[in-house]
């Protein structure tokens, strides 16, 4: 069950968000204080029962997250009841975890265009001296491979037999290049006219393809400056604000100004503000055709003076066309 409403959690952010819409309209246009307060409790309700969950994971490993501070805040707002306020802290804290879902799906999306473009299959040389299709995860080194016109070049080899001309933009420029016996051809590759023979030298992660997908898997892993800030930020902050919380109420026998104190120290600006920064930059970017891997790009461009690019296919389209006969 727990899972099940962790995996919610963005269908929750979108009902409490409803709910608290309704509460505001409630209370502001239709002056119906009853309506709007039952809408915010069942908005608080809603917003706490994820955020909640994960604090009682993090409790039982003895680790005091974040979670469980905006858990015993939002609580906290009920008992006093500040409806408002418990229902905006939960809220806002399940709106930043969807902006940073939205920010690794946006980054991921590289591997899987990466992946798409890799080879599923090859045709391998058998026992009888006849090529039948399989699996490239089928394929080892030292294998012969056949390699016909407009086929991807399934791994990294050399050339036994034939010549033709190889597109490699996936892995250089895309001028085509025309491969002859003992050259080298990568997986990836896209043989444009011709048949080759080809002798398996490298396979699968080995490839030089599947290098660069593994590069980019890591950038994808790779946490900015300021993430990696907060995570060891909230590490002190939480306990911080508990203990100040408890303070306060020790001195003042005040219960509602130590919730207060807990309402206030909820960081909700510091949960939302990286992941809404890091999506505007990575989707203006992509909108301008410039793929971000990962945060921590951003935060490197902002040390960038000079950058160098090279020409065909990255500056031009790739894509050749008679100019003039």
């Not at 809603?46 to 015993?72: R, Y």
């Not at 597109?167 to 990836?188: M, Q, T, Y």
């Not at 207060?260 to 960081?267: A, E, F, M, R």
Request: aromatic fraction near 8%; charged fraction near 20%; glycine fraction near 8%.
């Amino acid at each position: 069950m727990q899972q099940y409403i962790l995996s919610k959690k963005n269908v929750i952010a979108v009902i409490s968000g409803l709910l608290i819409a309704l509460g505001f309209f409630s209370h502001f246009v239709l002056e119906n204080v009853g309506l709007s307060e039952w809408s915010l409790i069942i908005a608080s309700v809603f917003g706490i029962t994820p955020i909640a969950i994960q604090a009682f994971q993090a409790m039982k490993v003895k680790v005091i997250s974040i979670d469980v501070l905006v858990s015993i805040a939002a609580i906290g707002a009920l008992f006093i009841q500040d409806y408002e306020e418990s229902a905006i802290v939960t809220f806002l804290f399940l709106f930043g975890h969807y902006l940073e879902q939205r920010t690794l799906n946006q980054t991921r999306s590289a591997i899987k265009e990466l992946t798409e473009m890799a080879p599923e299959s090859a045709l391998k040389q058998m026992d009888n001296g006849k090529f039948e299709e399989v699996e490239v995860d089928d394929v080892d080194e030292g294998d012969i491979l056949l390699v016909k016109t407009g086929a991807k070049v399934p791994v990294d080899g050399t050339v036994l037999t034939g010549e033709g001309h190889i597109n490699e933009a996936s892995i250089r420029e895309a001028v085509p290049v025309n491969k002859l016996p003992d050259a080298e051809v990568f997986a990836g590759t896209i043989l444009e006219n011709g048949t080759i023979q080809i002798r398996a030298d490298r396979v699968g992660e080995d490839t030089t393809f599947g290098k660069i997908i593994e590069l980019v898997e890591e950038a994808q892993d790779s946490k900015s400056e300021a993430e990696r800030f907060i995570d060891r930020f909230s590490k002190y902050y939480t306990p911080a604000v508990l203990v100040l919380a408890i303070v306060v109420w020790a001195f003042s026998q005040n219960i509602e100004l130590a919730i207060t104190i807990l309402v206030l120290g909820c960081p909700g600006a510091l949960v939302i503000g990286v992941p809404v920064s890091n999506v505007a930059g990575i989707g203006n970017g992509a909108r301008n055709g410039v793929l971000l891997k990962g945060s921590e790009v951003i935060q490197d461009f902002s040390n960038v003076d000079t950058i160098v690019f090279d020409k065909t296919g990255t500056l031009t389209s790739g894509v050749f066309s008679i100019e003039n006969v």
